[in-house]
């Protein structure tokens, strides 16, 4: 009964902590043609933040979108100091990995599931830490994206080059995005020093290389800023959505 009370709830809904794991929590944007037909299995969309841990900011800026495409917006929240003596860079799956934050997320995506009958499968962006998140969640369970949209990573793994796991990853549409002034250089997952606009590039290049349906997109005059890069993230979002309903 609870969870089908859930279902009738709209809007933004406020954190609620993960039942797998109560030291993690998330939002959601459920819109309201979703209160009007609860029955209908309704698209999921998670958006992870960066580094700076806005989460609720992320799922705000994604409600007129939410609502145009009708789909359930999930934001997570990865809190500095959750898991002991981890650094605040633990939620983007750097190797070695410490906490499974990948099981946390399926985690939050099954309980949203079933209290708002959403899909299990679902669009996945990231902006910044947040890309590093996303691109690497990828890699592990490629099966369970639709549409992956990364938006300016400081660091960046290449992809496994295993037959089984390419497969699946080449049935995923990949959208990178960057700011034509997003100058900044990070100590790159590569150890490399590279600058966030050539890791991006190389990325695009190793994932094209094998194959896998990749887009690189500059977005002109814009910096290290996640809301500025959102329109082009969300077009491409949108016409994932559309296309599956096709």
Known sequence: MRDLQKRYQKGRIPFTACRQDPRFSYCLYVPE???????????????????????????????????????????????????????????????????????????????????????????????????????RFYYLHPQRIKGLSAHAPGQVCLPPQSEEALHAMRQVPVQLVIGSEDRGTERSGLEMGLGRAQLLQMLADALGALGVNVCRQEVEGAGHDGFALLPAGQAFLAEQLRNGRC
């Open 33 to 135: 043609c979703h209160q009007n037909y609860p029955e209908q299995t309704a698209p999921l969309l998670v958006v992870v933040h960066g580094s700076a841990r806005t989460a609720e900011s992320f799922r705000d800026a994604f409600v007129e979108f939410a609502e145009r495409e009708r789909c359930v917006v999930l934001a997570p929240l990865f809190p500095i100091g959750a898991v002991a003596a981890e650094s605040s860079d633990g939620y983007k799956l750097q190797p070695p990995r410490g906490y499974a934050y990948d099981h946390l997320l399926l985690a939050m995506v099954d309980e949203v599931a079933q209290a708002f009958h959403t899909e299990r499968d679902f669009l996945l962006y990231g902006f910044s830490g947040g890309a590093q998140f996303a691109h």
